[in-house]
Structure formats: structure tokens, C-alpha cells
């Protein structure tokens, strides 16, 4: 059966930047089996199934897998469905006012707004989750060897590694430089001593060391127990970082905005928008925004 797909490219205004993301349409009868096989074939950091809404309040339903397998939440699926939504559902809506969708994944529904400004298309999700502790991570010695590291290149002002989960567990390793986060690389004979297995599927490393003049945090992440190398922007651990945010930052009350630029090591330049609400010293809402422009359109063989 032949089904559509469309591909874009999210947290970017540019295609060949962003996050390459995949959206199949036409999802009756694929089950998850195939729906990972698919995904495979695609071999983007994560493929979307998009699906009728199970409340038909909702806008839609969302499956969201990586070459490896299915996630609960992810932020640049998220992103990129609903921007790929507000275009096809209502291209000249999204031209005058937010249009606003609500996404249901497996972590629950997830609020999303859509608007197209100047030519681009840009949409934000509020955080279904808000960002919890979620583990440990080994001591910097191993971290820094797992990931072809000095040992001094790990930590910067009052930053410590750290994990933490808005609905997909992250570890957080904060990094010196952006010199010496560019020499990071992966190195799987010494993972499982510094990330245990619940913690290691996603390696954040940021650095306050930047390209550009409005971005905040510069940032790669390695995640190859889901079969990806590298990722060039993740909004996942974006959300997560609202956390990190918190702790070592201590943001006073009101709202701030945090630009995370990554992917500037894999030539895809990216940058994801963290909104965090802080009121009483704490976060009461927090939110990622970002641009996505389509590359490409087709059908699959299913």
C-alpha cells in the first residue's frame, strides 16, 4: 500500500539545517513492527506515524520512533507535526493569527501552537511533563573517558553532570569549552561506567560558550543505544534542560527565554527556544519553540 510521507527539516529556518524529520500519513493497518521497520528505512534521529485522534477534541495522535526504537515524547517531532499540520490544514490561518493543536503522544496530549511569520513557520508546545530528577551519573573520570574527554574539560561555574527527565530520561554533562565539546566523541567500551543504561540513551553536552550572539548555550548530544550517532537538535532534551536551568542557574521569578544552538558540529545548524515561567523560585511552566521548513513529499511501499 502506498502511503504519503512528507520530510522537513526542524529547528531551522533553512532547509539542509535543523533536525531532519520524517511524518508518514495514511497509518491504518501498520502495526508497531512495521512502523519500526519503516523507521529504519528512513534512519532520521526519529520517523512520525501520524494518526486519528483518540479523543476527537484532539487534533491528532502521534507514534514517534528512532531507527532503534519507539520513544513516549520527543520535542522535534513534535515541532515538526504540527508546523507539517498548520500547513496543510490551514496554510492561510496560520498566516493571520496562532492556531493552536493539541497532539496526543504517549506521554499524553500535548498543547501545541502554530503560526507562520515573515515567510516562516514556527510553532511551541508547553511541557506536558514538567523536568524531575530521574538518576545518576558515574563520576567525572568515566564520564569524561566515555566521552574521549580530559577529565578537566568536565564542569564549568557551579554545573555538575546530572540527569533529569521531562518525559525521556537525559544526562546532562556540562562542558568547559566549546573547544573541548568539539572533540567529544562517544566512546561505547567505556559507556556503561559513566551512564547507566536508564540514563545513557541520551548524552547532553553543553558548554556557555557560543556561535552565535543570541543563543545562550551551546550543546551536542549523543544517543547511540537508539541508533543515533548524533543528533543535530533535540527537543527532548531541551525540555529536560528547564531542570538543569533551575538548579544551577536559580532564573528569578518571571519568564525567561534560553536558545539552545546545536548541531553546529554536524554542519546543521539548529536552535531550539526554552521558555521558562518561574514564579515563588520555582518553574510553573516551561515550553520549546522552533521554526521547521519541508524539504521533500512522496509515498512509501508499505
Known sequence: MRRRFHTLDVFTQERFGGNPLAVVRDCEGLDTVLMQRIAREFNLSETVF?????????????????PASELPFAGHPTIGTAVLIG??????????????????????????TVRQRGGHTRAEFTLPKLPEPAGTVGERSAIARALSLEESDIGFDRHEPSVWSAGFAVSFVPVASRAAIARAR??????????????????????????????????????????????????????????????????????????????????????????????????????IGGAAV?????????
Open 87 to 112: 500547513l496543510l490544514q490551514a496554510p492561510k490561518l496560520i498566516m493571520a493569527q496562532d492556531v493552536g493543536l493539541v497532539i496526543e503522544e504517549e506521554i499524553g496530549p500535548v498543547a501545541c
Open 294 to 302: 519541508q524539504v521533500s513529499e512522496g509515498t512509501i511501499e508499505a
Open 50 to 66: 501520524l494518526l486519528e485522534a483518540t479523543n476527537p477534541v484532539n487534533t491528532a495522535r502521534i507514534r514517534i520512533f528512532t
Open 186 to 287: 562517544a566512546d561505547l567500551a567505556h559507556w556503561d561506567a559513566a551512564f547507566t543504561e536508564a540514563a545513557g540513551l541520551a548524552i547532553f553536552l553543553y558548554t556557555n560558550e557560543v556561535v552565535e550572539d543570541g543563543s545562550h548555550v551551546h550543546a551536542r548530544m549523543f544517543a547511540p543505544r537508539l541508533g543515533i550517532v548524533e543528533d543535530p537538535a533535540t527537543g527532548a532534551a531541551a525540555a529536560a534542560f528547564a531542570g538543569v536551568c533551575m538548579t544551577y542557574e536559580q532564573p528569578e521569578d518571571g519568564e525567561h527565554f534560553v536558545v539552545i544552538e546545536q548541531g553546529y558540529e554536524m554542519g546543521r545548524p539548529s536552535q531550539i527556544v526554552l521558555k521558562l515561567s518561574v514564579a515563588g523560585g520555582a518553574l510553573l511552566s516551561a515550553g
